[in-house]
């Protein structure tokens, strides 16, 4: 079958931001809320994670200024409590988890030459429920106290240790606002994970076979099964907290005899596995993008579907290393230690194949690439740490001290944040028809760079000596000063560099260079529809005939798909040798 | 200033010495904490070298393969290469050695820390954590006391550790003291051992490391490590009856016909309380609010003026006792050596 992708010159937008087609604001606005395109589905996904970015960067921002120094009045503890709880709840599951699903349901029927994804109303479905949940989260700093008036956030962090979210020590409805929205946003997420399956299973165009997936969509396919398995259990661990709370059940009730362990094996069931569902979209994006911009194919794919595919399965195993201090005994932190050191050979295997796809490469410095560059730098590092954190009696030490705070915000901002930027570098063309301006891009990558590795190089160190993380101040005689300074001083630069994102985005949709169908010189089908893409994405469906289509289109006399079928990726040398 | 507190703390943490930070991971005073830092070495050399093998090949490629406008071929895609077997299996399998490896020397530590053989002269202590304080019990020497924990060096060639059974009396705490040893989480509905045995004498610090609520940051530990005589000279003091001086009957009587009765004990009076502090001989610890600051009379009546003067969300209710009657419980209570 030959590679055949009609390009639908008929339909490309000729001007941008041509003024014939202005609509009412009013017009505008009902054409997205009832959409079920999943172009502009994942554009609002985006949009409303970039918005709680700013919020819970903010409050990020907030909790640094009272860490700054020590015994600082800055917030009450009360507050703080709540900034870190609101923080790392939003960053998760208003931040990660929908930014995530943004990109792939804007990307993956394009890559795999679909015109939608397999079920358009529950993508609207699942984005609105997940949008609402996070609209409820934030409603709770007006009603979290109950009906009497004024309101508090949750303060009970992130995974909300039992029996603290009982309610008799957690009186008031904030804990509840923190249940309901987790629920809500936990199907709008089971929705669209199960879109993605079903469109990757489902909607490949002709010649698309499972062994010519693209990278991207393999990834979100693993992270989609995992958020199955992962998502359960924290909504039933949600509907047991409730039954407590108000039904007199006494599942995590401790008074009556209910098990405090019981809620740290079902939220970090679903917690770990919810760090690979983050992590494996970068992993992604940096597939599609680190080979672009080297202008080489992906160095090992098989073994790149295999490692993550081998992550998605061990990743279930290793949730009790959050629960090596717990007292679970010898036997089962030696189990959980394998488990943990055994996912850092796939996940090694990845870094590898990334340095072999750059290695003999003609590598280009864009902005995307320069994030992509430090996703890989600054990942190894996170793995490293993970590595030191997965030897128990290590983590007995650094257990939920500023290291481990360090560790995975290393791997949250310092991998998949960066990658982020990277997608939103290379992408944002695709999306919006106009490119990023490449000197704020600069800019903002090593502002971004130096903030970043002041505040979580840094952070590492207090972690060492011994300070505990969530606590709203700290006594002056334990050395912890200087380093908080630096980390705070750290953030206000990664608070600049965001801002200078912001600016960019909006500078370039109005101003930036056009883009062009294919301004990288790609090779996925996304890159062979205009920029934006039509509605309905491909005129014609395209039939490709290897992984990268559009190499195969630019490059006749050598295509791909000459070189990619059996293990040994050279079968035309002895073809042409016999 | 900064900078130079600031390389005195990387010096610290180089040379790995006990210096000026008194919580530093890497200044062990005891076998647990040891044996983690020795471990951690490892560890930190194995994870060191990988770190520079994989960083210089990154920086290699990134200058080695550039892509260079002014070169002939700049046109020209490179060649390019989908895979190879062996050098995947190459990267497969020697990472598996190595974790192999660090597999086996953390299973050891594992093993011999927390299946230690405990020597039956041991000391004994239950350790209850509250929101937000520690109370110590020592069922042995018939020893309540809170938030000073008193234990005996240990000498290496007579092993004496002290063993800590802990429980938590409402919420999660987490009890860690980072230069005796690891921590270990305080959960109510269940029982958690950890021992430790620090050789030198002196004061081991830490808090908790277990979010418990709103007083969380001011959980604070101390562990105070002394030699048999001082030890001794503690326990015969702590085993004596609360001290009743005639000259702070004042304070006494406020204090008996008070709240105060209902959440603390004091022993030989009617204050049975069990809910905070056992105050049988506050007057002879270093501190009070859990750790937070010195036990001094002003320091003292601040606190039961309205104890959020030092940690707000503490659970005792501020006393609105007045002036006198202050003054009054105030010499009272330091009185209670």
């Not at chain 1, 992708?5 to 941008?16: G, K, L, N, S, T």
């Not at chain 2, 040893?181 to 509905?189: W, Y």
Request: proline share 7%; charged share 15%; glycine share 8%.
């Amino acid at each position: 079958m030959a590679t055949h992708i009609p390009f639908d010159q008929a339909h490309a937008p000729e001007e941008i931001g041509d003024k014939t087609q202005r609509k009412l604001w009013l017009e505008v606005l009902h054409e997205w809320v009832t959409t079920v395109d999943h172009k502009k589905i994942g554009m609002m996904y985006i949009g409303y994670a970039l918005f709680f970015l700013v919020v819970a960067g903010f409050e990020a921002l907030l909790m640094r200024i009272q860490l700054a120094v020590p015994n600082n009045s800055f917030v009450s503890p009360e507050v703080f409590n709540g900034l870190f709880t609101m923080h790392g709840t939003t960053m998760v599951f208003f931040v990660g988890m929908p930014i995530l699903f943004g990109f792939g349901n804007y990307l993956i029927p394009l890559m795999i030459g679909a015109r939608d994804m397999a079920f358009p109303r529950l993508n609207a479905f699942s984005f609105w429920i997940s949008a609402f949940g996070g609209i409820l989260l934030y409603y709770s700093y007006i009603g979290g106290s109950g009906l009497y008036g004024a309101g508090s956030a949750p303060d009970v962090g992130w995974f909300a240790y039992a029996p603290l979210t009982a309610k008799v020590f957690s009186p008031g409805h904030s804990t509840d606002y923190w249940t309901l929205s987790l629920l809500l946003t936990g199907i709008g997420t089971i929705g669209t994970a199960l879109n993605i399956v079903a469109t990757i299973i489902s909607m490949r165009c002709p010649g698309m076979k499972m062994s010519r997936l693209p990278l991207l969509p393999w990834l979100y396919l693993v992270t989609s099964g995992l958020t199955f398995v992962a998502v359960g259990p924290l909504t039933a661990a949600q509907i047991m907290l409730m039954l407590d709370r108000y039904l007199g059940s006494h599942f995590f009730d401790t008074q009556a005899g209910g098990s405090a362990v019981l809620w740290m094996h079902f939220f970090w069931i679903f917690g770990h596995p919810e760090v690979y569902i983050l992590v494996l979209p970068a992993f992604a994006f940096a597939n599609e993008i680190i080979p672009v911009f080297s202008r080489k194919a992906i160095f090992g794919y098989p073994a790149m579907v295999a490692a993550s595919v081998g992550i998605g399965f061990v990743s279930l195993s290793v949730w009790a290393h959050h629960m090596f201090t717990v007292g679970l005994g010898a036997a089962e932190n030696t189990f959980f230690v394998l488990a943990t050191m055994a996912i850092s050979v796939p996940t090694g295997i990845k870094i590898f194949n990334w340095l072999a796809t750059l290695w003999g490469g003609k590598i280009q410095f864009t902005s995307s690439m320069m994030f992509a560059i430090a996703f890989l730098f600054q990942f190894l590092i996170a793995g490293l740490t993970g590595i030191m954190l997965s030897v128990a009696p290590f983590d007995w030490q650094l257990g939920n001290s500023y290291f481990v705070v360090a560790h995975f915000h290393y791997v949250l901002v310092g991998a998949i944040l960066f990658m982020l930027f990277s997608a939103f570098y290379y992408w944002y063309p695709k999306m919006t028809g106009r490119m990023l301006s490449e000197k704020l891009g600069k800019w903002h990558f090593w502002l971004f760079l130096i903030g970043f590795h002041l505040t979580f190089d840094f952070m590492h160190v207090p972690g060492l000596l011994g300070m505990p993380r969530r606590i709203y101040t700290y006594e002056a005689d334990r050395g912890w000063m200087i380093w908080n300074m630096i980390i705070s001083s750290g953030a206000l630069v990664q608070a600049v560099a965001t801002l200078l994102f912001v600016y960019n985005m909006v500078w370039s949709y109005f101003k930036g260079p056009v883009a062009g169908p294919d301004p990288w010189d790609a090779w996925t089908l996304e890159w062979a529809t205009p920029s934006p893409p039509p509605s309905y994405n491909f005129a014609e469906t395209p039939e490709v005939s290897s992984r990268r289509p559009l190499w195969d289109l630019k490059h006749p006399d050598d295509p791909d798909s000459d070189y990619e079928i059996g293990p040994s990726h050279r079968r035309r040398a002895k073809e042409e040798s016999a | 200033m900064f900078l130079s507190q600031g390389w005195r703390g990387i010096a610290a943490i180089m040379l790995s010495g006990p210096g000026a930070d008194p919580t530093n991971i890497f200044a062990p005073a005891g076998t647990p904490a040891h044996s983690i830092f020795s471990l951690s070495l490892l560890v930190l050399s194995v994870t060191g070298a990988i770190f520079l093998g994989v960083t210089g090949t990154l920086i290699y490629v990134l200058v080695r393969y550039r892509m260079r406008k002014n070169s002939p071929d700049a046109d020209q895609e490179p060649p390019q290469i989908y895979g190879s077997n062996q050098i995947e299996l190459s990267w497969t399998v020697i990472p598996i050695l190595i974790v192999v490896m660090l597999f086996l020397a953390t299973t050891r530590v594992i093993y011999t820390t927390e299946n230690a053989r405990r020597p039956k002269d041991a000391l004994n202590v239950t350790v209850v954590a509250h929101q937000f304080w520690w109370e110590y019990r020592y069922p042995s020497l018939g020893i309540v006391t809170a938030n000073e924990l008193h234990v005996p060096i240990s000498d290496p060639k007579h092993p004496m550790p002290t063993y800590l059974t802990m429980s938590s009396a409402d919420v999660d705490h987490s009890f860690w003291v980072p230069r005796l040893a690891g921590k270990t989480d305080l959960i109510p509905n269940k029982v958690n051992t950890m021992w430790i045995d620090p050789q030198q004498p002196g004061l081991y610090l830490g808090q908790c490391a277990q979010y418990c609520g709103v007083q969380h940051a001011k959980m604070l530990i101390r562990v105070y490590a002394d030699t048999p005589q001082q030890f001794a000279a503690w326990v015969a003091n702590q085993q004596r009856p609360a001290v009743d001086d005639t000259a702070v009957a004042e304070g006494r009587e406020v204090f008996m016909h008070n709240a105060c009765i209902s959440c603390h004990t004091i022993d030989g009076t009617v204050a049975t309380g069990r809910f905070g502090p056992n105050l049988t001989h506050v007057g002879s610890r270093d501190t009070i609010a859990s750790g937070s600051v010195a036990n001094n009379p002003a320091n003292l009546r601040r606190f039961i003026e309205d104890p959020a003067n030092f940690k707000p969300g503490a659970l005792m209710p501020p006393m609105h006792l007045d002036s006198h009657d202050l003054d009054a419980v105030t010499a009272y209570l330091t009185s209670l050596k």
